[in-house]
């Protein structure tokens, strides 16, 4: 696996460097384990916007 933080998962594809990303991309556990937090991230998200919709039809 490469040597690299998973805080990258915070930056523009963009700001990746190609080795690190040739690097990820090679690694296919790797590439399972970003995609599992990114659906933890969105399930998070979606589970935060329900909450607040929620909150807005309370009010009144």
Same mark, same amino acid.
């Given at each position: ?7 990258? &998962?915070?930056?523009?594809?963009e +700001?990746?460097?190609?080795? #690190?990303?040739?690097?990820? *991309?090679?690694?296919?556990? &790797?590439?399972?384990?970003?995609? +599992?937090?990114?659906?933890? #991230?969105l399930r998070?998200? *979606? ?11 309370r009010?009144?």
């Open positions: 696996m490469p040597n690299f933080d998973l805080h990258l &998962l915070n930056l523009n594809p +700001d990746i460097p190609p080795k #690190l990303l040739k690097q990820i *991309l090679a690694d296919t556990a &790797l590439i399972e384990k970003i995609s +599992d937090r990114v659906y933890e #991230l998070h998200d *979606l589970k935060q916007q329900r909450e607040r919709q929620q909150g807005y039809g009010r009144g």
